[in-house]
Structure formats: structure tokens, C-alpha cells
């Protein structure tokens, strides 16, 4: 941070643990260095994934992949492989593979609470065989994140439970909810773009580019 604006700050993790009682047994042993098959189980039935990843000097991201159910290609119980599909070429997580190999991955199957999270080190390839094992609606990746698992443990449910995700009872009336073409076209207001310009935009894409 540039600036102290905060008081009280934790410096040290002996100072953080003094905060807390230990972690029970059960949590404190459920981690596995590879893809057993619980773990394939719930990455074939995960259509969404969360990837985070930092630069070389820490700079951190976290950025989301989707596609249907099964999309991430698992190869052994060492490595798996995530397809890159179209997206806004910006790179933000690719750049910093290339710069820090450390990744981290949070697999999400709609209604479940829980969820797989997964570390390890990755690289980008475009090893057109695996590519090929990766194709959908007849289009084939030109590169994919390759994975070598290092953790993989189950996240308890805690987060999706006080968050009530998915209990549409608690979702947000439709009409309220934020304009992504609104909030681009503030945010890169110095190119003139109005909302409508910008949901035209998105929505092309949307259908003429997802894969």
C-alpha cells in the first residue's frame, strides 16, 4: 500500500494464529498432492473454474473460465489441462504464467456448496494433440493451461452458505442488478462510447465469439 490507513495491522502469521484456535485435525489432513478420483469426479461435473495467478513482481489476478460441464481435460493424476477459449485478449493470466508459474484453481458445480481447490504450477502449451482432445462446437483451442497438481482439497460450504448463492430466494431483483455496458462505457469514457454502443458490442460478441 502507498499509504498506512489502517490501524492495528497483522504483520506476521504467529501474530494472526495468536488470534484463533488451531485448525482441527480433520482440516489439517485433508489435502492430497493428486488427482484421486473424487477429484476427477467433481472436475468432470464443474462448468465453471477460477484461476488466480501474480506476475513476477506479485502483481496478483484472478479470472474466471467456463464452459460445459467436464471442459477442463484431465490427463493424469498429476496434470490436467484448461482450453482457452476466446475471451477479450487482454492476457491478463496468461502473461503472468509466463512470468510466475504458480496457479491456483477453485472448480464450482452449480448447487453445490462446497467446492475443489487445486494448486500447483502451469505453462502455457499449443500441443495441437491435446488441443484436439479440447475441441467444441467444431472449433479447436490454439493454446491451453497446462496444470501439475501440487494440493487438491474440498473448501467447505461456509462462503456459498452465508452468501445464499445459490437460493434464488436471495438473488437480486433482475432489474437492479449492475449494467455491465453501462460501467465500460464510464470506465473507458475517454473513447466516447455510450451504453448502447458498448451492450451492441458485448452482445456481438457474445454470440459470434464464444468459441
Known amino acids: 500500500m502507498t499509504r498506512e490507513i489502517f490501524n492495528d495491522v497483522i504483520r506476521s502469521e504467529e501474530e494472526l494464529r495468536a488470534l484463533f484456535s488451531a485448525p482441527s485435525e480433520l482440516v489439517n489432513n485433508k489435502l492430497i498432492q493428486y488427482l484421486d478420483k473424487h477429484c476427477r469426479d467433481f472436475i468432470s461435473k464443474a462448468p465453471l473454474i477460477f484461476i488466480a495467478t501474480s506476475d513476477s513482481s506479485g502483481h496478483c489476478d484472478v479470472s474466471p473460465r467456463g464452459d460445459e460441464a467436464g471442459f477442463v481435460l484431465v490427463l493424469d493424476d498429476k496434470h490436467l489441462v484448461i482450453p482457452e477459449r476466446p475471451g477479450n485478449r487482454r492476457f491478463d493470466s496468461l502473461r503472468n504464467i509466463v512470468e510466475n508459474p504458480q496457479i491456483g484453481l477453485i472448480f464450482i458445480i452449480p448447487g453445490l456448496e462446497e467446492t475443489l481447490r487445486i494448486n500447483g504450477h502451469a ?13 467444441t462446437q467444431g472449433k479447436t483451442p490454439v493454446i491451453g493451461i497446462a496444470v501439475e497438481v501440487e494440493e487438491c482439497f474440498i473448501h467447505c460450504a461456509k462462503a456459498f ?6 437460493n434464488e430466494q436471495y438473488w437480486p431483483l433482475k432489474e437492479s442488478l449492475p449494467r455491465a455496458a453501462l460501467i465500460i462505457s464510464e470506465h473507458a469514457n475517454k473513447l466516447g462510447k455510450s451504453e448502447e454502443e458498448v451492450a451492441s458490442s458485448l452482445q456481438e460478441s457474445y454470440e459470434k465469439r464464444l468459441y
Open 161 to 166: 452458505k452465508r452468501s445464499h448463492l445459490w
Open 123 to 135: 505453462c502455457i502449451i499449443k500441443d495441437k494433440e491435446i488441443m484436439t482432445m479440447m475441441d
